[in-house]
């Protein structure tokens, strides 16, 4: 198993780099849609202050059933709500920002007079007309204010996420960089390196080995036929010189086979200290 560890390495952190790169891309994402609804839902609360508005004159200058004044009026209040204390359902969290707290807190009061003068329908003949614009104009003021300050925190949170995703892939790019250098390159040497002895060993056998072997059969052949004594002596010595050729040919074949150095990376040698080190501790 130890010998694979630079192929695990190289699968894993691959691995991991991309889950992460993904997760923060995802988030960024969900964090962005996020801020894009309340963005919107924070838009429409200047609506509904103005739609209560002018609910009101309508009710005050003319008959109605006060049905469309109360729904207005309803999502007015229901809105400041889950603007600022957030809503599961919805995904909204509760406001954390104090400058958007604190702008909350001012809008407050003319939220409460505007819900309390125009809830109670049997006094809205009563409101002053004056009193009430002067507090919806200072409510869209403010509300103005809250939005802008949920883009400009929109556009915070996108600038960090950035940040964030230039340093992970500079660091991505510093990793890719090491692993080539300390695995890709080793494993390059050494496949390079086989596919020469393999090479030598098939010049070997296809060559130096074929072409003795010829000459031992040869001598065979003609060792059977000769009858004479001197001769055939002649012949054993000649077959005996290629055996010994045939033996140095298969010499060089095992040496083509054996390294004559170990090459050993700075990689092997600190997955080797961290292998002792975690048997030490077995």
Request: a negative charge; hydrophobic letters at 40%; glycine letters at 2%.
């Amino acid at each position: 198993m130890k010998k694979f560890y630079k192929y695990y390495l190289l699968v894993s952190t691959i691995i991991i780099l991309t889950v992460l790169i993904q997760s923060i891309i995802q988030y960024s994402l969900r964090n962005q849609e996020r801020m894009a609804a309340v963005i919107n839902v924070a838009g429409k609360q200047r609506m509904f202050s103005q739609l209560v508005l002018k609910d009101f004159y309508e009710c005050k200058d003319y008959d109605c059933n006060y049905s469309e004044l109360k729904v207005a009026l309803a999502k007015l209040y229901r809105t400041d709500e889950v603007l600022q204390n957030g809503d599961e359902k919805l995904g909204f969290y509760p406001v954390e920002n104090p400058e958007i707290i604190a702008d909350f807190k001012k809008l407050q009061p003319h939220l409460d007079y505007i819900y309390a003068n125009l809830n109670a329908t049997d006094r809205i003949a009563e409101v002053s007309v004056i009193e009430l614009s002067g507090h919806v104009d200072s409510f869209l003021k403010i509300m103005d204010g809250i939005v802008l300050k949920f883009q400009q925190e929109s556009e915070e949170e996108i600038k960090t996420i950035m940040i964030i995703e230039v340093e992970l892939a500079v660091l991505s790019l510093f990793i890719i960089l090491f692993e080539i250098v300390y695995i890709v390159n080793p494993i390059i040497r050494k496949t390079t390196s086989q596919n020469q002895k393999l090479k030598e060993i098939s010049w070997h056998q296809s060559h130096a080995y074929a072409s003795h072997m010829k000459n031992i059969k040869d001598l065979q052949h003609v060792l059977k036929i000769e009858r004479k004594i001197e001769n055939k002596e002649d012949l054993v010595a000649c077959v005996i010189t290629e055996l010994d050729a045939l033996n140095e040919v298969s010499e060089n074949m095992l040496k083509s086979l054996e390294s004559d150095e170990e090459e050993i990376s700075k990689l092997d040698i600190l997955l080797t200290k961290l292998d002792k080190l975690f048997d030490r501790k077995k």
